[in-house]
């Protein structure tokens, strides 16, 4: 299946998803002239979840919920391989670029929330605003790489991703960012860990009325 159309099938599904939850699903966003590299949009779908009590339920079955001092309740997935925003692939929509998540949690846990690597293993923080992706993106030359934003860093602005583990990062030359088979071009460990030394963040983000921001990652044009 094409990246678009398992993108259709993505936004079905939460939109679905969403609406049994009580959650409002709100219109597809119209860009508006904004100053630099932030686009004024209208909210995106699902940005109205009232409460994280929506995710609880339906995350229980794919992992464990448990408690963690300064972040509260947070999920850890029961594949101890999983990496965020790593299975799956990029299409590029009104929004930004939006990931399209190849595992059954990932309309909730890679739009929603925010990932952080402790004890040796991914835990998720959830939060009620969506995101195409909650993604840092940087470049490189002839590489373009991602990762997952911590909580405190929801907008990708502020310090550099060199302090997270290697693991959080894939790196693919930019003419595969759009492939269907995205993980099988992603480098390897040194690559990852070379690249990300020298790249350089990429500044472009969406912002709803209420003033949330998200990153859009990089321009159409780049591809």
């Known amino acids: 299946m094409r990246a678009s159309a398992r993108?259709?099938?993505?936004?079905?599904?939460?939109?679905?998803?969403?609406v049994g939850a009580g959650c409002v699903v709100q219109p597809a966003p119209v860009?508006?002239?904004?100053?630099?590299?932030?686009?004024?949009?209208?909210?995106?779908?699902?940005?109205?979840?009232?409460t994280v009590d929506a995710f609880y339920d339906e995350l229980a079955p794919y992992g464990t919920w448990s408690e963690v001092d300064g972040y509260g309740a947070v999920w850890s997935p029961a594949d101890p391989s999983y990496e965020p925003y790593g299975n799956g692939a990029w299409a590029y929509t009104a929004w930004g670029f939006t990931w399209v998540s190849a595992e059954p949690y990932g309309w909730a846990c890679e739009h929603y929330g925010h990932w952080i690597?402790?004890?040796?293993?991914?835990?998720w923080v959830p939060d009620t605003a969506w995101a195409p992706a909650w993604v840092e993106w940087q470049e490189l030359d002839d590489w373009v790489v991602w990762a997952p934003l911590p909580?405190?860093?929801?907008d990708g602005r502020g310090g550099g991703g060199h302090g997270r583990?290697?693991?959080?990062?894939?790196?693919?030359?930019?003419?595969?960012?759009?492939s269907d088979d995205l993980p099988a071009h992603y480098g390897d460990?040194?690559?990852?860990?070379?690249?990300?030394?020298?790249?350089?963040?990429?500044?472009r983000y969406g912002r709803t009325p209420r003033g949330r921001r998200w990153p859009m990652g990089p321009a159409p044009e780049r591809i």
């Not at 909580?151 to 929801?154: E, S």
């Not at 460990?189 to 500044?203: K, M, S, T």
Request: proline share 7%; charged share 30%.
């Open 7 to 18: 993108l259709a099938a993505l936004v079905a599904i939460g939109a679905a998803t969403l």
């Open 117 to 123: 690597w402790l004890d040796e293993h991914w835990i």
């Open 31 to 50: 860009y508006v002239a904004a100053a630099g590299d932030v686009y004024d949009l209208d909210p995106p779908p699902g940005d109205e979840v009232w």
């Open 189 to 203: 460990r040194d690559r990852v860990r070379a690249i990300v030394e020298g790249a350089h963040r990429i500044d």
């Open 165 to 178: 583990p290697t693991r959080g990062w894939h790196v693919v030359r930019w003419d595969a960012l759009l």
């Open 151 to 154: 909580p405190d860093r929801d």
